[in-house]
Structures are given as structure tokens and as C-alpha cells.
């Protein structure tokens, strides 16, 4: 089955840089996306098709794509930013099936 | 703005089956599909599977498949999951998510309910 991989932790300073990596073989064909979790919050989409943010996502949220790794870059970290950070992509057979990488927890120093 | 709202907390118990409800406001069901996302406690997500309102096509999880059942009344604008056979490893924050119809499938969510806890336990 199709799996993404991301790092359990990321631990950053308050206007500093967080780079949070996912991880896999199907990502060089299909697009990946971000979410990002806070502690009793729904998910919320903050990159859809590898770089593009919906409205109302700050411009510090950014997303990059290298072969088989794409990045979630956050740039000058604030507190509100600590949440549980995960990818998502879909197969690459187009039918639609979703698998989500296992989160990334960014605590804010 | 698209809104959704899932039905209240459940207690089941083991064996038994579990049917949760979304209801969208402003849901353009032609150019939207619901997906379902679950998340046990202390955990990452894990997606379910979703349901193209439009024409009924589903794409379940292949873990889940024969345990999961994804329905939508577009009079109501009401998305169900249901899911059977329940144990403890089933217990889970299910959450409800809106994403747009690309070719027929879901590829991400744009917009999530507040999710509803189903909790397993004898």
C-alpha cells in the first residue's frame, strides 16, 4: 500500500523557519496538500497542489516539491503556529484513493 | 462559505454499527464530493473513504471495505457513514469533509465538520 513519511517532531523559535519533510514514491506523479491540526480543531487545508494556498492562509505557509519529498515551509514562526502538521496525497492509479503521511508535531520553543 | 455539521457523540458497543450524518450548507453537490476522515485518540488521521454525491460512485478504504457504508440524500444535502461490525480499535473522532470533484474522484478536502466521537466500549 501507498504510505507517506513524515518526521514525528519539529521544534522551532518564534521567527524562526520550520521545515516540515513528507516522503514518498507517488509524489513525483500527484499532487500533495498540507493540513494543519490544532488540539480539539477540525483540520484546516493550507496548501493544496504542492505551493498554492487557499484564501486567508498567511503568506508565511509555503510548499515545495523535490522528487519524492515535498516541503511545508513556515517562515517566521509565531506561537498560533504549533499544531500538528500533516501531508496528504492520493494514489497514483487516479482512482481517487487518499492516504495522509502519519503528522508532524511543531512545537514552538 | 461551505459549512458542515455532524451529528452528536456515540456510545456503542462491541459488534454493533455506528451511522453518523454531515449536512452541508451551500453544498453545490455537481461540483462537490464528502469524504470521511477518522481519528483515534492521540493519533494521526486516516482516511476513510468518500462519496461523489452526484452520481453515487464511492472509493472506500480497502481496510474498511465490507465494514463501511457512504450514502448521501441530495434533497437534504445530508452525507451518512456508516460502519459495522464495530471493536475498540474503532474508536475515533469521524470527521465529515467537502472537496471538489476532479475526473469523478476526490483529491483533497477544502472544508471539514466539527467531527462527532464515536467511542467503542463494552
Known amino acids: 500500500s501507498y504510505e507517506l513519511t513524515q518526521s514525528p517532531s519539529v521544534s522551532v523559535s518564534p521567527g524562526q523557519t520550520a521545515r516540515i519533510t513528507c516522503s514518498g514514491d507517488?509524489?513525483?506523479?500527484?499532487?500533495t496538500y498540507w493540513y494543519q491540526q490544532k488540539p480539539g480543531q477540525a483540520p484546516v487545508l493550507i496548501i493544496f497542489?504542492?505551493?498554492e494556498r487557499p484564501s486567508g492562509i498567511p503568506k508565511r505557509f509555503s510548499g515545495s516539491s523535490s522528487g519524492t519529498t515535498v516541503t511545508l515551509t513556515i517562515s517566521g514562526v509565531q506561537a498560533e503556529d504549533e499544531a500538528d502538521y500533516y501531508c496528504?496525497?492520493?494514489?497514483?492509479?487516479?482512482?481517487?484513493?487518499?492516504?495522509f503521511g502519519g503528522g508532524t508535531k511543531l512545537t514552538v520553543l | 462559505q461551505v459549512h458542515l455539521v455532524q451529528s452528536g457523540p456515540e456510545m456503542k458497543k462491541p459488534g454493533a454499527s455506528v451511522k453518523v450524518s454531515c449536512k452541508a450548507s451551500?453544498?453545490?453537490?455537481?461540483?462537490?464530493?464528502i469524504g470521511w476522515v477518522r481519528q483515534a485518540p492521540g493519533q494521526g488521521l486516516e482516511w476513510m473513504g468518500w462519496?461523489?454525491?452526484?452520481?453515487?460512485?464511492?472509493n472506500y478504504a480497502q481496510k474498511l471495505q465490507g465494514r463501511l457504508t457512504m450514502t448521501a440524500d441530495t434533497s437534504t444535502s445530508t452525507a451518512y457513514m456508516e460502519l459495522r461490525s464495530l471493536s475498540s480499535d474503532d474508536t475515533a473522532v469521524y470527521y465529515c469533509?467537502?472537496?471538489?470533484?476532479?475526473?469523478?474522484?476526490?483529491?483533497?478536502?477544502?472544508?471539514w465538520g466539527q467531527g462527532t466521537l464515536v467511542t467503542v466500549s463494552s
Open positions: 469533509a467537502g472537496g471538489i470533484l476532479s475526473g469523478g474522484v476526490i483529491d483533497y478536502f477544502d472544508y
Open positions: 451551500d453544498h453545490t453537490f455537481r461540483k462537490y464530493g
Open positions: 462519496i461523489n454525491d452526484y452520481n453515487g460512485n464511492t
Open positions: 507517488a509524489l513525483t506523479k500527484q499532487y
Open positions: 497542489e504542492d505551493n
Open positions: 496528504q496525497s492520493a494514489d497514483s492509479s487516479g482512482s481517487g484513493t487518499v492516504v
